[in-house]
């Protein structure tokens, strides 16, 4: 069965900083990778996927997410955060596609300016 | 109009009450899933469909069942709720044209 460990629970930048949110996934065949955002009383909305191809992938809101096999990591990245950028951010993994999409347990993210 | 909608957004009921929520869609897609998220953990996929006749098990579907009344309807129902299921649950759906998952606003559910 699919898995998804995002070690860091919160992780505080500053404004105009760079970000960076981990995650490490287990899944036997060429995984189905996501990252969602949630934000405070509000569900959860698809920031960027990777199925195949490029290993860096765009995503809306100015964030990107690299694929790298070897290390089974699809880290979260935003060269410059933004104070709306605050918000629980959660890493999934897909079976068959997002048929069945196990989520990592989340990372909060604080912004201060 | 939401495309995902949850039916009620917050709910306090007592042990033991048998509770209903509700989740409707317009979007038209085939699949539907209820999660729960709880602080700490994440989301948890308690049941999916993938179509009407189509009921599956999740990673923590005992004290839980669905119905699919219809495509657009998926609804959770708690037969005899106990505290630990306070949580909030989500409603997401996908289809087999579309590469993501829409989530519902959530319900948040209180059992004291």
């Known amino acids: 069965a699919q898995s998804v460990t995002q070690p860091d629970i919160h992780i505080t930048v500053s404004e105009g900083a760079s970000l960076e949110l981990r995650c490490n996934y287990s899944y036997g065949a060429t995984p189905y990778l996501f990252w969602y955002v949630q934000s405070p009383g509000q569900g959860l909305q698809l920031l960027l996927k990777y199925f195949s191809g490029d290993t860096l992938v765009q995503g809306i809101k100015g964030f990107e997410a690299e694929f790298k096999r070897s290390q089974s990591s699809f880290n979260l990245r935003k060269p410059s955060v933004h104070w709306s950028d605050a918000a629980e951010y959660f890493c999934a993994v ?3 596609g997002y048929q069945k999409v196990t989520f990592g347990i989340g990372t909060k993210l604080q912004v201060i300016p | 109009d939401a495309d995902v909608t949850q039916t009620p957004r917050n709910r306090i009921t007592k042990t033991g009450k048998r509770i209903m929520l509700e989740c409707s869609q317009t979007k038209g897609h085939d699949r539907m899933y209820w999660y729960r998220q709880d602080p700490g ?3 948890r996929l308690i049941y999916y469909s993938f179509d009407v006749k189509d009921i599956n098990k999740g990673e923590i579907s005992d004290g839980y069942s669905v119905s699919r009344q219809a495509q657009a309807k998926f609804s959770l129902s708690l037969e005899s709720a106990i505290p630990n299921q ?9 289809s087999s044209a579309n590469e993501k998952l829409f989530f519902g606003s959530g319900t948040q559910l209180s059992v004291l």
């Open chain 1, 94 to 96: 897909g079976a068959n």
């Open chain 2, 41 to 43: 953990l994440g989301l």
């Open chain 2, 86 to 94: 306070t949580a909030l649950y989500f409603c997401a759906t996908g």
